[in-house]
């Protein structure tokens, strides 16, 4: 089974400053996503990768950036974060012919100050 | 108008309770549809698919109403571990993630 790790479960960062928030997947799974997750709102596609270099715009992926430098790793990436920028964070990914079978990092708490 | 939506809860039942979720969603043309499983702080993981035909796994049935856009999830002989947030998520490309879309979840609370 793939594993998803991201490399901060907390952060608190203050308005204006740059967050790079890091997931990995270790089985060379050519798809990868961010979501945000709000109460309420449910999980929202911000960006999503399907190789290296390669990224589309999810639902809301104003005020984000990702980088896709190697299969493995994808980064979500706020140049400016702002208090509406407060959310949990996850990544995910999925095995070949299981589209529908995401599996999750144990998601970011990302604080804005 | 969400494209899929979900009754919040929370649900609060006792041990051994039977418990139905509903799950609607807005896009006709959807293909494919999933319950997955958050627990308090984890991450979303999947429970079951839901076939047309409704399918069962163990104390969790799934079943489709495609005639009125919904799909539900009953739990009987509920346990204290069936505690969690269920969410519905349903797939009108089922070729890919992409459009994978999620309701925001109906929380339960399996009380001893």
């Known amino acids: 089974d793939v594993k998803v790790t991201q490399s901060s479960r907390y952060l608190v960062k203050r308005t204006g400053e740059k967050v790079f928030l890091e997931c990995v997947q270790d089985?060379?799974?050519?798809?990868m996503f961010w979501y945000r997750q709000d109460p309420g709102l449910g999980l929202r596609l911000i960006y999503f990768s399907y190789d290296v270099k390669m990224k589309e715009k999810g639902d809301i992926p104003e005020g984000y950036s990702v980088s896709r430098e190697k299969k493995e790793r994808f980064s979500l990436i706020l140049e400016s974060a702002s208090t509406n920028q407060t959310s949990m964070y996850l990544c995910?990914?999925?095995?070949?012919?299981?589209?529908?079978?995401?599996?999750f990092g144990a998601g970011s708490r990302l604080t804005v100050l | 108008r969400k494209e899929v939506e979900q009754d919040p809860g929370p649900f609060n039942v006792p041990e051994g309770a039977t418990v139905a979720f509903n799950c609607t969603y807005s896009n006709s043309a959807s293909q494919s549809f999933f319950w997955y499983r958050q627990d308090c702080r984890k991450e979303p993981k999947l429970l079951m698919s839901?076939?047309?035909s409704g399918n069962e796994d163990g104390r969790f049935t799934a079943q489709l109403n495609r005639a009125s856009q919904y799909i539900s999830l009953l739990i009987r002989d509920s346990k204290l571990s069936d505690s969690a947030t269920y969410l519905c998520?349903?797939?009108?490309?089922?070729?890919?993630?992409?459009?994978?879309?999620f309701g925001s979840g109906t929380q339960l609370t399996v009380l001893p």
């Open positions: 839901v076939y047309s």
């Open positions: 995910a990914t999925y095995s070949p012919g299981e589209t529908n079978v995401l599996t």
């Open positions: 998520v349903v797939n009108y490309h089922s070729g890919s993630a992409r459009q994978l879309t």
């Open positions: 089985m060379d799974h050519e798809n």
